[in-house]
Nanobody
Framework: QVQLVESGGGSVQAGESLVISCAAP????????MGWYRQAPGRQSEMVAG???????VYADSVKGRFAVSRDSAKNTLYLQMNDLKPEDTANYFC???????????WGQGTQVTVSS
């Protein structure tokens, strides 16, 4: 079992920035396909940003140029830097990883991001 712990969500005004983080147990090199998803009320979840199989960052078109995903191997943590936030970015943000040992996918509990205009 992999327990992911997210933090850093909150309420901001449009145009402001937030950083959310996701701490994973053990070494970060144990995981692949690390990424962030979000789900707004009444909408399906969508991939926001993450690392593909080759370790290259990928982004949803709606956040390109505003969001940046990164990871810190020393802290076993995945980050999402969100700049120029818009009201449509309001959602519950989840991190997800795939454990290379088991090929299992794991999800965090989510952290709420609310952007007001």
């Amino acid at each position: 079992q992999v327990q992911l712990v997210e933090s850093g969500g909150g309420s901001v005004q449009a145009g402001e920035s937030l950083v959310i983080s996701c701490a994973a147990p053990g070494t970060i090199f144990r995981y692949k396909l690390m990424g962030w998803y979000r789900q707004a009320p009444g909408r399906q979840s969508e991939m926001v940003a993450g690392y593909n199989n080759w370790g290259t960052p990928v982004y949803a078109d709606s956040v390109k140029g505003r969001f940046a995903v990164s990871r810190d191997s020393a802290k076993n943590t995945l980050y999402l830097q969100m700049n120029d936030l818009k009201p449509e970015d309001t959602a519950n943000y989840f991190c997800s990883v795939r454990d290379v040992r088991t090929n299992g996918d794991y999800w965090g509990q989510g952290t709420q991001v609310t952007v007001s205009s």
